[in-house]
């Protein structure tokens, strides 16, 4: 048994980790006020995986979410006091092996005060909407001014 790799990032009332592991099966997240308990097998080799960690701080695990993909399971932790930033994912100040910051993610959101929708509900939309068979309308509606491409237009010359 071994740890997968996670990569973690807070926003101003969740923190997300997402453990890297691909083709996972049998994934468990147990979530409780100040930890989180993932295990799952993973890849072609069915590697069993465990992380276990005392979170920095306490979260609400009854508005917690997760979502399983073909890559990776990203946990939605919702925090239990919200506007608090956590300078880390741990109790412990030591470093953990397995865990990095997702920098690709990471908002510096104390300073951000115009969020209209808070990352938890777009990340609840997203999970409502994830797998749906319905497309975004991307034509752009109005027919009467679209724009038509005609590729027999004759180029003018280069001088």
Same mark, same amino acid.
């Given at each position: +048994?071994?740890? !997968?790799? !996670?990569?973690?990032?807070?926003?101003? /009332?969740?923190?997300?980790?997402?453990?890297?592991?691909? #083709?996972?099966?049998?994934?468990?997240?147990?979530? #409780?006020?100040?930890?989180?308990?993932?295990?799952? %097998?993973?890849?072609?080799?069915?590697?069993?995986?465990?992380?276990?960690?005392? %979170?920095?701080?306490?979260?609400?695990? &009854?508005?917690? &979410?997760?979502?399983?993909?073909?890559? $990776?399971?990203?946990?939605?932790?919702?925090?239990? =006091?919200?506007? &608090?930033?956590?300078?880390?994912?741990?109790?412990? &100040?030591?470093?953990?092996?397995? %865990?990095?910051?997702?920098?690709?993610?990471?908002? /510096?959101? =104390? /300073?951000d005060s115009d969020e209209d929708l808070s990352s938890f509900d777009?990340? $609840?939309?997203m999970m409502n909407t994830m797998g749906g068979d319905a497309l975004p309308d991307?034509?752009?509606?109005?027919? =009467?001014?679209?724009?038509? #491409?005609?590729?027999? #237009?004759? +180029?003018?010359?280069?001088?």
């Open positions: +048994m071994q740890p !997968a790799p !996670a990569k973690w990032y807070d926003r101003r /009332d969740s923190v997300f980790i997402e453990f890297c592991v691909e #083709d996972s099966k049998d994934v468990q997240v147990k979530l #409780d006020q100040f930890s989180i308990n993932f295990s799952c %097998l993973g890849g072609a080799e069915k590697v069993k995986h465990q992380n276990v960690l005392d %979170l920095y701080g306490d979260i609400d695990h &009854k508005e917690s &979410k997760h979502r399983r993909t073909d890559r $990776s399971v990203l946990c939605c932790l919702k925090k239990a =006091e919200a506007g &608090k930033a956590w300078p880390r994912l741990s109790k412990d &100040k030591g470093k953990v092996t397995w %865990l990095s910051v997702n920098f690709n993610n990471w908002k /510096d959101w =104390e /300073d777009k990340f $609840s939309e991307f034509d752009g509606g109005d027919e =009467e001014h679209a724009f038509v #491409d005609n590729d027999d #237009d004759k +180029m003018p010359d280069l001088e």
